[in-house]
């Protein structure tokens, strides 16, 4: 009956920002404000939940059965101006994807269907600024509950929280969106402008800088690490801030890859974590969370009724039965292009993840299997059976740190620091060493990223944050300069009539009005 409690209230919370006059505004409830409701670590935690249940709903939706609940943020990241080709969709999967693949936005503003409402959805950043709006108020209003129910500890690790949250928000939505609104104030009712994405990185770094200490090293109760954030997940996050920030800022941009190194050190101290060997079962164990891999993720747990629904698996898309599908599903829906693989991993190469994360990788056919997402549940039997995805989200882990750590070394010139943390990746992987130097250096360092979180999210934002959106050495749609400029690199943002009316200094994306 209290976790019932709990999601009442904080459906109420999130019906009062749908329901204000004012965009982007959270009206209090009294039933969650003031003495009424902040008494208890029960009302906090409640609370708490109640925001990751917004993250959740926001990138993976709801399971099968709610089918008008259907997400695909973390494919479409993957999918958008990747060497990618679509086998066998409906004209609705095939026409969205492929002009996904061609970064051709409009076409997808001006359609509809199933995956066109998908691709919408990412297009709304309400539901970003849901989570924002849940975190500054419980940033607030922990400081009621008594000592007595929550220690000064406990109290600064819900704040510390709650900032992890909303620059974890701000992140995505400068990243899909570029510039963006921000506010850290409870209850906040400003009709405010957008500013400039470098003042919102350096602002949320400001931020989550102030309060990383306030986080556990590492937690007691296992469930939570690797989807509660710690100071390993805090130093993840302020890496791709501080990375995202040296894109855009057209000053000094030494500032940012100094910080990256310094937290780098920092993530060094933290014995909890290490990079595993690529093989079959270290593989499910990261994308299952909780791995010593594990920074943060968002969690898919069949067994405990936490589902995601199905398109928001990169294996709905990319595999086919015994991993995705019922016996009947023989062939992938897409394929990454042959030529693509060939030149990434290189055919003979010793690379495990080769073998160890396809099958059939050059055919560019359906027969084509992406193996990196395992962790499957089956229903049915017999010829019934259907086997679907039970990984989780992974958002940040730990090569990912080291690669933008390379990254960063390599644009101070200190290649030979870049390579240590390059090949920290590459001898888990039993891949080739990288022995380059200079601008080759930087490109191998980015072709590592590939090979190593390819699936994941991460490949148009590295793209377009290293400008390489604009070379078709690196994408198969390249953005010319005047265009990347003119941010044909960020999604279309949806404005609802309403909230133009009420907030009249809002604007949309200039390059997709």
């Given amino acids: 009956m209290k976790n019932i409690k709990y999601i009442i209230l904080f459906a109420l919370l999130v019906l009062s920002t749908v329901g204000c006059k004012k965009f982007l505004n959270v009206t209090p409830i009294e039933a969650q404000s003031g ?29 099968q059965f709610f089918s008008d609940d259907d997400r695909a943020f973390f494919p479409a990241l993957e999918i958008r101006g990747n060497n990618i080709q679509v086998i066998s969709m409906d004209n609705d999967g095939a026409n969205n994807f492929n002009a996904l693949i ?7 503003v001006n359609s509809s269907g199933r995956y066109n409402s998908m691709m919408k959805n990412i297009m709304n950043w309400k539901e970003w600024y849901d989570v924002i709006a849940a975190a ?39 990243k899909l969106f570029g510039d963006a609104i921000y506010y850290t104030d409870a209850y906040h009712n400003r009709p405010d402008s957008r500013i400039s994405q470098v003042t919102v990185m350096n602002k949320c770094i400001a931020d989550m800088t102030a309060a990383k200490n306030d986080l556990p090293t590492y937690y007691n109760d296992a469930s939570s690490n690797g989807f509660r954030p710690t100071r390993a997940s805090a130093v993840a996050l302020l ?4 990375m995202w920030a040296a894109a855009w800022d057209t000053g000094v941009k030494t500032k940012y890859y100094d910080a990256v190194k310094t937290l780098a050190t920092e993530l060094d101290t933290y014995s ?11 593989t499910m164990k990261i994308f299952k969370g909780r791995s010593s891999e594990s920074l943060f993720g968002i969690l898919q747990e069949f067994n405990y009724g936490e589902g995601f629904s199905l398109p928001a698996g990169f294996s709905y898309y990319f595999s086919h039965f015994p991993y995705r599908g019922n016996v009947n599903k023989t062939s992938s829906s897409m394929a990454y292009q042959s030529s693509y693989i060939s030149k990434l991993y290189m055919s003979g190469s010793s690379d495990a993840r080769l073998t160890t994360w396809f099958e059939n990788y050059d055919s560019g056919s359906g027969s084509f299997q992406f193996k990196k997402f395992a962790n499957t ?7 019934a059976i259907t086997v679907t995805s039970d990984d989780s989200a992974i958002i940040f882990r730990l090569p990912d740190c080291y690669l933008l750590t390379a990254e960063a070394l390599a644009e101070l010139g200190d290649d030979s620091g870049a390579r240590d943390f390059a090949n920290r990746v590459t001898v888990a992987a039993n891949a080739p060493l990288i022995t380059q130097a200079g601008q ?7 072709k590592e990223r590939c090979r190593e979180l390819i699936g994941e999210g991460q490949f148009f934002f590295d793209l377009v944050r290293t400008k390489r959106v604009i070379s078709s050495d690196f994408t198969k749609s390249p953005i010319s300069v ?19 009316s009420a907030n009249p200094n809002l604007i949309g994306n200039n390059f997709w009005n």
Avoid: Q
């Fill in 102 to 108: 061609g970064s051709d936005m409009k076409y997808i």
């Fill in 482 to 500: 005047a265009n990347l400029n003119a941010g044909a690199w960020t999604w279309p943002l949806t404005i609802s009539a309403a909230d133009r």
């Fill in 239 to 242: 890496m791709h801030l501080n």
């Fill in 136 to 174: 500054n108020i419980m940033y607030f209003e922990v400081d009621k509950v008594p000592a007595s129910s929550l220690p000064d500890a406990d109290r600064r690790r819900y704040k510390a929280e709650a900032v992890f949250l909303r620059n974890l928000s701000y992140m995505f939505v400068c």
């Fill in 35 to 63: 003495n009424n409701f902040w008494k208890t670590r029960e009302d906090v935690e409640g609370f708490t939940n109640g925001i990751y249940s917004r993250l959740r709903s926001k990138v993976a939706g709801t399971p």
């Fill in 377 to 383: 549940y089956t229903t049915g039997s017999g010829t």
């Fill in 440 to 446: 080759d250096l930087k490109d191998e360092i980015y």
């Fill in 272 to 282: 909890n974590y290490k990079i595993l060997p690529v093989n079959a079962a270290n």
